[in-house]
């Protein structure tokens, strides 16, 4: 028999699409952490909530929905379209779609919500394209229980819900008023339902556990704050809160769930999903006291700035367990860097790398190609500052106009090409469509990325570090992971031309 719920969150996306060869052994296998939240937050209202993760079982748009239709009765199934990394919500759309497509197409009886990073950015249009009945164009939980409550009175009456777009016939209604953010996160969200999780299923990044390359397994991610106060031109991840906005659970609050997670879960690898977790001093401080009283043998990694990593941090960071900080480097050129809103000198990213990594810190440099005033010569130089970092790993991204993001503005502004489809948004995936600016094509920054990749992991240098620091069992896994081809369209057909 089917579970009866009032609400049936879902968890978009296909890995192959996204990832191809890669995610059979080395991408990530991410809980689905806004779920969660919103699951414990509807929980905390009175309703019975259930979550179905697509990718955490490998499953198509197909079989997600049979499993939505068969396996539960829902009021209200919320389609929640979240990034793994903090700008890839809108890669998830194409799956999402699928799934609102499917699950209509069964006849269920259910409404059908989508929210999240992308349908936030572009409400709208999501309303216009989607098979689904209603979008969310904020953060989401207080209009989810809203809109539950109002289907189950059977009113028809969507008016007074802030933040709901609804479909009246065939007219598309916009919201009157907007969510109001949560402010009082330990009391309304306190952590994620981890029951509710596929919690066998999920395995760290392959660099997180490069110190115990066969252990990427239990894994969990977990909010420690929501929001950035930053205004990066290519990042979108304000779009559901609506400003730039910065809003921290307590200390006490995050210990608590770490706690859960090691005492009941057996997790040793944590990622901290903040979008900017080392910046409030007394809020990192707190954390890494209470880990440092815990003793907890785990093996963190959270983002962090240039700008805002402080010596004061590091000890404590490290005693805290954690191992990984992650850097957005994005480029060797300070033109470049000051026109994504990164005003920081190429001498300030060195002596901060430098100085995290002294105090026993792994860093993560995360690298773009292809900003708006990048030029071959610069994504050179990016390259050469990469391998002068010679950090423990790189990620190299192809610059995106994300919706939601300046970039994106600005390429509709300008008539800059966008992708066709949704998951063309992927870094990774075969039909990848990178943004062109005015002195290179999406082509040739989308195949400069992949040789900068591959010389990066097949560097004398960075391979001899990885060696010295995390065994030779690391090394075949890295030879591994270059040895499978990233398959690109748009590179194969200039080259057919």
């Known amino acids: 028999m089917a579970e009866k719920v009032d609400i049936l969150f879902i968890n978009p996306g296909n890995r192959s699409q996204i990832y191809q060869s ?17 699951a414990t937050y509807a929980r ?8 179905l993760d697509g990718p955490a079982h490998n499953l198509s748009a197909e079989e997600i929905a049979a499993r939505a239709l068969d396996d539960y009765d829902a009021t209200l199934i919320a389609i929640v379209v979240y990034g793994f990394q903090p700008s890839a919500s809108t890669q998830n759309m194409t799956a999402a779609g699928e799934i609102a497509c499917n699950i209509r ?35 989401g939980p207080a209009t989810l229980v809203k809109t539950v409550r109002a289907l189950q009175s059977g009113t028809g009456d969507y008016s007074a819900i802030p933040s709901l777009w609804w479909r009246d016939g065939a007219r598309i209604v916009a919201p009157r008023t907007s969510e109001a953010l949560q402010e009082d996160l330990d009391n309304e969200m306190p952590g994620v339902a981890w029951d509710l999780m596929s919690m066998d299923r999920y395995r760290s990044h392959n660099w997180h556990a490069f110190a115990h390359i066969e252990e990427r397994t239990p894994y969990a991610a977990i909010h420690t704050s929501l929001g950035c106060p930053y205004r990066c031109s290519f990042c979108c991840i304000n779009a559901p809160f609506g400003k730039p906005s910065y809003r921290m659970w307590s200390p006490d609050t995050v210990i608590r769930e770490i706690d859960l997670l090691v005492e009941k879960y057996g997790v040793k690898n944590i990622k901290f999903v903040d979008e900017m977790f080392v910046l409030n001093k007394s809020h990192v401080l707190g954390i890494c006291d209470r880990l440092i009283e815990r003793g907890h043998k785990v093996n963190i990694w959270a983002y962090a700035r240039v700008d805002t990593v402080k010596d004061e941090f590091l000890d404590k960071l490290e005693a805290a367990g954690f191992n990984w900080l992650c850097l957005g480097i994005e480029s060797a050129s300070q033109y470049v860097r000051d026109g994504a809103s990164k005003r920081y000198s190429s001498a300030d990213i060195v002596g901060v790398v430098r100085r995290i990594q002294s105090a026993g810190i792994n860093v993560l440099g995360n690298y773009i190609f292809g900003l708006p005033d990048d030029t071959m010569e610069s994504m050179r130089d990016t390259l050469a500052l990469a391998t002068e970092l010679n950090c423990e790993f790189a990620n190299f991204y192809s610059a995106m106009a994300y919706p939601g993001s300046a970039l994106y503005q600005s390429a509709l502004t300008n008539g800059i090409a966008l992708p066709e489809k949704w998951h063309h948004y992927s870094q990774h995936g075969y039909e990848t469509k990178p943004l062109a600016n005015q002195y290179c094509s999406a082509a040739d920054i989308l195949a400069f990325r992949d040789r900068a990749w591959n010389t ?23 030879n591994r992971m270059v040895a499978i081809p990233l398959r690109r369209k748009l590179v194969e057909e200039c080259r057919a031309a």
Request: net charge negative; hydrophobic share 40%; aromatic share 10%.
């Open 22 to 38: 890669l995610s059979d052994e080395f991408c990530a296998v991410e809980p689905p952490v806004f779920p969660g939240l919103f």
């Open 44 to 51: 905390r209202k009175g309703l019975s909530v259930a979550i």
């Open 105 to 139: 197409e069964g006849a269920s009886k259910a409404k059908i919500l989508m929210m999240g990073t992308h349908p936030a950015a572009l409400p709208e249009r999501t309303m216009r394209e989607e098979s689904i009945d209603f979008v969310c164009d904020r953060e």
């Open 456 to 478: 990066y992991f097949t560097a004398p240098c960075y391979l001899d570090m990885v060696r010295r620091k995390f065994g030779q069992n690391v090394i075949e896994h890295i």
